[in-house]
């Protein structure tokens, strides 16, 4: 198969930095679409995986699953998307097309859902390099509208941040008459409240941050609770339907759970990995008919059901826009939550 060498932005090892260094695309086939990317989003999830933290990378490691761009060229058989076209493309860029799952417009519980980057391209039998780089080849059914209402150096969040949020309030059905609250306020966590507010849902914020306050009334927030002041914890002790818990790392999730009323969910997209200090005490749970769940991404219809939703009533991320240089810095400000609230890369930065 023919290549294409382009820039892009990554890792060998671990414990380096991210630098420049060179991959390869595959030229295009009849169902892809070539992109120029102009932007791409930073997620908690680059980080991860950049620094091994699930214990299955692969390097070099190139991050990037928040991506805008402009369609350059597509193959012959491509019907959604023509050159020119204001395209994204999210954290999967194939799945087997023929399971249940993927019947159901559910790629991302394909067994086979081959991820943007840290998945396998069988087609250069290699890694997939994601989107901290100049270009990327995709098949269509992957490849998504951009509203062109919307700013586009903000859209590139929506691909991961919102798409990860909204994937859960839809399953469970948030909106007017739900009193729900999100669990840290990072780039998952601000697009929560933008949406959940956007649906008409009751939103609550638990934050450890108290310099967040008044941001999380400006996202939408009706009210913010302290996570780690016992006594404001205490007051909301069995008052939610739903809870979204977006925190990247072991935490303990008890108090969350009485935060539940009777009946009620919450829904952990942060966190992966066993969570048993302190343990999950399944009294609260058997007591009160309450659900501990997860939730990973969202299929293509419904990320383009989000970006619609988007376009239509005008909510875009609120993004810091970096230089791809900027990358490590970046990393550490997330890791001490100093984001406000998602970092996109100018992705001018890496071509010139
Ligand atoms: P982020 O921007 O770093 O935000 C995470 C927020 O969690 C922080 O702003 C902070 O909020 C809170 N937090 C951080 N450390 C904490 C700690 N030790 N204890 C309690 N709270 C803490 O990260 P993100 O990009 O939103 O991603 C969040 C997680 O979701 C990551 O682990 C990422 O890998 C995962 N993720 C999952 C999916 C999925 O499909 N399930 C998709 C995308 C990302 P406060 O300052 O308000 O406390
Ligand atoms: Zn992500
Ligand atoms: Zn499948």
Not at 239 to 263: E, K, M, R
Request: charged fraction near 20%; glycine fraction near 8%.
């Amino acid at each position: 198969m023919k290549t294409k060498q382009i820039k892009a932005f990554g890792t060998e090892a671990a414990d380096l930095d991210l630098e420049q260094l060179d991959i390869k695309r595959r030229e295009v086939m009849p169902k892809d679409v070539e992109i120029d990317i102009l932007y791409c989003g930073v997620c908690h999830s680059d980080l991860h995986f950049a620094r091994n933290d699930w214990g299955f990378s692969t390097y070099p490691a190139v991050p990037g699953h928040e991506i805008v761009g402009k369609v350059i060229k597509v193959g012959e058989k491509v019907t959604k998307h023509k050159a020119g076209d204001l395209v994204a493309v999210g954290c999967m860029v194939d799945s087997c097309r023929t399971c249940n799952s993927c019947k159901n417009d559910l790629e991302q519980y394909c067994s086979e859902w081959v991820g943007t980057y840290m998945g396998h391209d069988k087609y250069l039998d290699s890694p997939t390099f994601g989107g901290y780089s100049e270009s990327i080849v995709v098949d269509e059914h992957f490849v998504l509208k951009v509203p062109t209402n919307l700013d586009l150096s903000a859209v590139a969040p929506i691909l991961c941040a919102g798409i990860t949020t909204w994937s859960p309030l839809r399953h469970w059905k948030v909106g007017k008459g739900t009193k729900m609250a999100v669990v840290g306020l990072g780039g998952l966590g601000h697009m929560a409240i933008k949406l959940a507010h956007a649906l008409g849902a009751n939103v609550t914020l638990f934050s450890r941050s108290e310099n967040k306050i008044q941001d999380a009334l400006d996202l939408g927030t009706d009210q913010v609770v302290i996570s780690t002041d016992e006594e404001q914890m205490a007051k909301v002790q069995g008052q939610f339907d739903f809870i979204l818990d977006t925190v990247p790392c072991i935490h303990d999730i008890n108090p969350y759970v009485g935060a539940l009323h009777s009946s009620g969910t919450l829904v952990l997209v942060g966190y992966l990995g066993p969570l048993e200090n302190p343990v999950l005490n399944t009294m609260p749970m058997v007591m009160g008919r309450k659900t501990v769940a997860g939730s990973l991404i969202g299929g293509i219809a419904e990320t383009q059901e989000l970006l619609d939703f988007c376009g239509k009533h005008n909510i875009t991320p609120d993004i810091e826009m970096i230089k791809m240089q900027d990358i490590n810095e970046a990393y550490e400000r997330m890791l001490k939550s100093d984001v406000h609230y998602r970092f996109v890369i100018d992705m001018a930065s890496l071509k010139n």
